[in-house]
């Protein structure tokens, strides 16, 4: 089983839909949880940290459910800039983070 | 600068040369991390260092790769003896502390074997 697994996509969606990404970890001990935002051939950018109690920064809003060990991400008001793939990022304790493949936004006029 | 610098950006080796990849931390980071991603999946961590010194090796493949930070200097990714298997692009990530949260990236190498 892989340590952090997410749908790869691609989620097409038009402009103004909202769409939720779901992300789950294996580890329970894992403390630190983020959402990290690729575009295509660049390197990944931090979008926001995830906590327990919940997180909204704008449009997003990232949720943790550490009994089921999932995270989630919900985009509202999709935006043509939005396209991207977003990574689901589990801090693995000691320094290193761990990655998920990514799920494939594409969001169309 | 601000940001974390990476050279080359684009690196083309034929099998069984020597590539380097070069990272250059942001102003006040000592703490170096490097990562690799193969086509169509995520990043995998392969190395943690500080000035000086390797603080984690865990995910580095056993053969021919190496990374060092010296005192001076930026950090160096050194592959030997090249296959095609290596071709991916390389990020470097730094930060502030050592306790891993806080990793700004900088824009990658990507490397192609030939």
């Known amino acids: 089983r892989k340590e952090v697994e997410q749908d790869p996509g691609p989620f097409n969606v038009p402009e103004g839909a909202t769409v939720a990404f779901n992300c789950t970890y294996s580890?329970?001990?894992?403390?630190?949880f983020f959402w990290y935002r690729q575009d295509c051939r660049k390197e990944p950018k931090l979008l926001m940290s995830?906590?327990?109690s919940g997180n909204e920064d704008g449009r997003f809003t990232a949720q943790l459910n550490r009994a089921s060990q999932y995270i989630s991400l919900l985009i509202r008001d999709s935006k043509l800039s939005d396209s991207a793939t977003y990574l689901c990022?589990?801090?693995?304790?000691?320094?290193?983070?761990?990655f998920g493949t990514g799920t494939r936004l594409q969001v169309f006029p | 600068n601000a940001d974390v610098m990476q050279n080359p950006r684009h690196l083309v080796r034929r099998r069984g040369q020597e590539a380097r990849l070069r990272c250059s931390p942001m102003?006040?980071?000592?703490?170096v991390y490097w990562y690799r991603q193969l086509p169509e999946e995520g990043l995998k961590f392969m190395v943690y260092?500080?000035?000086?010194?390797?603080?984690?090796e865990s995910g580095m493949p056993k053969e021919r790769f190496s990374a060092e930070f010296p005192k001076e200097g930026p950090s160096i990714l050194r592959i030997q003896q090249v296959v095609r298997g290596d071709s991916a692009a390389y990020f470097c990530?730094?930060?502030?502390?050592?306790?891993?949260?806080?990793?700004?990236f900088g824009p990658g190498t990507r490397l192609t074997v030939t």
């Open positions: 990530a730094s930060s502030p502390t050592g306790t891993g949260y806080e990793q700004y």
């Open positions: 580890n329970s001990a894992s403390q630190s």
């Open positions: 995830v906590y327990s």
């Open positions: 990022v589990v801090h693995g304790g000691g320094d290193k983070l761990i």
């Open positions: 102003k006040g980071h000592s703490h």
């Open positions: 260092l500080q000035k000086e010194n390797i603080i984690d």
